[in-house]
């Protein structure tokens, strides 16, 4: 069955720090899609990146990187030289292709709450 | 600014009433989905329509039901609420209804029932 497992519940981190969130994912899908957002305090979702399973070539966005590996099925995300504005839920969600390619929702992991303190 | 707007932003009723959800896609997305968020239940996905048709059910409550309408914006309708119905409630839209398409969210309608 499909699963997101996000086993940092909270991280606390200083400003400028660098930090890692984790995201293991289960799936049978060969094809199938992978997905971060972020939920600021205010509580909306934002769209942060989104890999398809054929491309594990690791992304750098600004302060942001992900580092998505097939053999450990895992697909982890590094803020760079955090700032308090990072400080937010962070939810890794998976996509499954299924049959015929049409499951377009959404699962999600329970999210890591990342502090960072000034 | 996501493009998918949803009202009402908060809403408090009581147990036992009903509610109804709007949600406004991004333009030019023919899907939309409600996803519900609950301190225990964390993020879930209910429903999602396709160009007006229902494409796949999620753990929606039979109490819960979603429609899309010709303009492409949605309801969610919430009857017989209770206590645990309490929590944020998201729209989200994409182009298709395929995976693999990123999908949008919404602000969240926050809904406290007492």
């Known amino acids: 069955a499909q699963k997101v497992t996000q086993a940092q519940t909270e991280i606390s981190v200083v400003e400028k720090e660098d930090v890692t969130l984790d995201c293991v994912y289960e799936?049978?899908?060969?094809?199938?899609?992978l997905f971060w957002y972020k939920q600021p305090p205010s509580g909306e979702l934002v769209f942060l990146i989104r890999?398809?399973?054929?491309?594990?070539q690791n992304e750098i966005s600004g302060r942001y990187s992900w580092n998505f590996q097939k053999s450990t099925s895992s697909f982890n995300f590094t803020i760079t030289a955090s700032q308090v504005v990072d400080s937010a839920v962070y939810f890794c969600a998976l996509s499954e292709a299924g049959y015929g390619g049409s499951q377009g929702n959404l699962i999600f992991g329970k999210g890591t709450k990342l502090s960072v303190k000034p | 600014d996501s493009g998918v707007t949803q009202t009402p932003k908060h809403l408090i009723t009581a147990t036992g009433q009903r509610v109804t959800l709007r949600c406004s896609p991004r333009?030019?997305?023919?899907?939309v989905y409600w996803y519900q968020q609950s301190l225990d239940q964390g993020l879930q996905f209910l429903i999602q329509?396709?160009?007006?048709?229902?494409?796949a059910k999620g753990n929606i409550l039979e109490r819960f039901s979603a429609q899309q309408f010709p303009d492409l914006h949605s309801e969610l309708n919430l009857s017989s609420l209770e206590l645990g119905d309490s929590a944020l409630y998201f729209c989200?839209?994409?182009?298709?209804?395929?995976?693999?398409?990123?999908?949008?969210f919404g602000e969240g309608s926050w809904l406290t029932v007492v």
């Open positions: 329509y396709y160009n007006g048709e229902e494409r």
């Open positions: 333009s030019g997305d023919l899907s």
């Open positions: 799936t049978r899908d060969t094809t199938y899609y």
């Open positions: 989200a839209s994409s182009r298709t209804a395929s995976s693999g398409n990123t999908i949008y």
């Open positions: 890999r398809n399973s054929f491309d594990e």
